[in-house]
């Protein structure tokens, strides 16, 4: 497994490279965040020991004891959809919150945090696609859930994330990365300078995303192949 991380994260530090060429942008403007959905706790740490220290996992019951394992050897992204009971848990185990998707979901997070005593990092999830089986706020209504997100204390918002359209046709998926690119841009004039991420971009379209300003991709098979059959 160490071989085939190193190998692929050759090969993917190469793509970015070429990426950031033709938009005349830097590949350190990129974070990487290694998803590790559905593979065991070795992986986190191989993904570790290959320089990747933003661990992505999508689902609490899958995450948690690889978290537990593990402890805090990276920083941890819950990237998946969240279930307003599942708060509590994932402000406990994560560190931060890519997938915020309405106020009340941030209201039920800020009220854990609290109880926590902490400040938990958030991202917007955005529906830039319009696929009714997508989570995220609609484009339309992100602006306004930045403002009132922006605003609870025991969060701490600092960008956007959003999933590509499920298709082949590069413009679209180019188009709805830029729509996100746009709202992130009006959203750094509500919340400020922390305001400085934009999660976008996965192991088939990174390239896109990064040519529409993407400054975080998310990258599970383009790492480590194929998930393991259950």
């Given at each position: 497994m160490n071989d085939l991380i190193s190998h692929n994260a050759i090969a993917v530090r190469a793509r970015i490279a070429e990426s950031c060429e033709k938009c005349?942008?830097?590949?350190d403007e990129i974070t990487i965040v290694a998803v590790t959905k559905g593979f065991p706790?070795?992986?986190?740490?191989?993904a570790v020991e290959n320089g990747f220290h933003q661990i992505g996992e999508s689902r609490i019951q899958d995450a948690e004891p690889k978290i537990?394992?593990?402890?805090?050897?990276?920083?941890y992204h819950m990237i998946g959809?969240?279930?307003?009971?599942?708060?509590k848990k994932?402000?406990?185990?994560?560190?931060?919150?890519?997938?915020?998707?309405?106020?009340?979901l941030a209201e039920e997070i800020n009220k854990h945090a609290l109880a926590a005593n902490?400040?938990?990092?958030?991202?917007?999830?955005?529906?830039?696609?319009?696929?009714?089986?997508?989570?995220?706020?609609?484009?339309?209504n992100c602006l306004e859930l930045v403002k009132?997100?922006?605003?609870?204390?025991?969060?701490?918002?600092?960008?956007?994330?959003?999933?590509?359209?499920?298709?082949?046709?590069?413009?679209?998926i180019s188009t709805a990365y830029a729509k996100c690119r746009e709202l992130f841009q009006e959203g750094q004039k509500i919340v400020g300078p922390q305001f400085g991420?934009?999660?976008?971009?996965?192991?088939?379209?990174?390239?896109?995303?990064?040519?529409?300003?993407?400054?975080?991709?998310?990258?599970?098979?383009?790492?480590?192949?194929?998930?393991?059959?259950?």
């Open positions: 005349d942008r830097q590949p706790a070795m992986t986190i740490r191989k537990t394992e593990l402890g805090h050897i990276a920083t959809h969240l279930q307003s009971n599942k708060a994932t402000v406990q185990l994560f560190d931060v919150i890519q997938s915020v998707d309405s106020l009340g902490r400040k938990i990092e958030c991202y917007i999830q955005v529906n830039c696609s319009g696929e009714v089986q997508k989570s995220g706020v609609y484009p339309d009132k997100t922006s605003k609870l204390y025991h969060i701490k918002l600092t960008g956007l994330m959003t999933i590509g359209p499920l298709t082949e046709d590069e413009q679209a991420h934009l999660s976008m971009g996965m192991s088939d379209d990174y390239h896109l995303a990064i040519a529409e300003g993407s400054t975080m991709i998310r990258l599970g098979t383009a790492l480590f192949g194929p998930r393991p059959a259950k």
